[in-house]
T-cell receptor, first 117, second 112 residues
Framework: EPEVTQTPSHQVTQMGQEVILRCVPISNHLYFYWYRQILGQKVEFLVSFYNNEISEKSEIFDDQFSVERPDGSNFTLKIRSTKLEDSAMYFC???????????????FGPGTRLTVT | DAKTTQPPSMDCAEGRAANLPCNHSTISGNEYVYWYRQIHSQGPQYIIHGLKNNETNEMASLIITEDRKSSTLILPHATLRDTAVYYCIVRLYQTGANNLFFGTGTRLTVIP
């Protein structure tokens, strides 16, 4: 069964450093998402992406964050200057449009645990 | 998107049906009910969704009340691997990416 993959599984970085989290969505999917989950808290939406542009973003997704689909397979989340509070599990997800252009089921990757020290 | 209310935790004996309730009294006519689960910090996993009719798939059944103000997710024969946090999400069905807004969910513990 096709699945969303994410690398690395765990990233440790120092405060102020840039990090790039990578995701390979399912190949025929067209909608892409990033979510995060701070330890012990709920899963929070960050950003959605379609047709090479951001569809929607939350208040969390400020100027420190950016997303990119650099080629036909990868989808990346960049944090420009990490802060301690960026420590969290980051999940990538993708979905495929239905015949009406919407989507129901999102497939999530296993996550990247980001630790900022 | 309408707000949902779920009990924080539930237990279920292995092999028995697990019935997870969700209240969504402010749901509007074109909002769907989705259920996802998260097994121990893994990525959330889609289970099922519905609008107003009851739905069943290989994982679960979804029962939506006639007034659509509440629903119940049923796992017919719970196994230990069904121990997870279950999220009920109400979401407008619209063209394009449909972002999900997770609440705190119900932590289901399946007991041997």
């Amino acid at each position: 069964e096709p699945e969303v993959t994410q690398t690395p599984s765990h990233q440790v970085t120092q405060m102020g450093q840039e990090v790039i989290l990578r995701c390979v969505p399912i190949s025929n999917h067209l909608y892409f998402y990033w979510y995060r989950q701070i330890l012990g808290q709920k899963v929070e939406f960050l950003v959605s992406f379609y047709n090479n542009e951001i569809s929607e973003k939350s208040e969390i997704f400020d100027d420190q964050f950016s997303v990119e689909r650099p080629d036909g397979s990868n989808f990346t989340l960049k944090i420009r200057s990490t802060k301690l509070e960026d420590s969290a599990m980051y999940f990538c997800a993708s979905s495929v449009p239905t015949t009406t252009g919407s989507s129901y089921e999102q497939y999530f990757g296993p996550g990247t645990r980001l630790t900022v020290t | 998107d309408a707000k949902t209310t779920q009990p924080p935790s539930m237990d279920c004996a292995e092999g028995r049906a697990a019935n997870l309730p969700c209240n969504h009294s402010t749901i509007s006519g074109n909002e769907y009910v989705y259920w996802y689960r998260q097994i121990h910090s893994q990525g959330p996993q889609y289970i099922i969704h519905g609008l107003k009719n009851n739905e069943t798939n290989e994982m679960a059944s979804l029962i939506i009340t006639e007034d659509r103000k509440s629903s119940t997710l049923i796992l017919p024969h719970a196994t230990l691997r069904d121990t997870a946090v279950y999220y009920c999400i109400v979401r407008l069905y619209q063209t394009g990416a449909n972002n999900l807004f997770f609440g705190t969910g119900t932590r289901l513990t399946v007991i041997p």
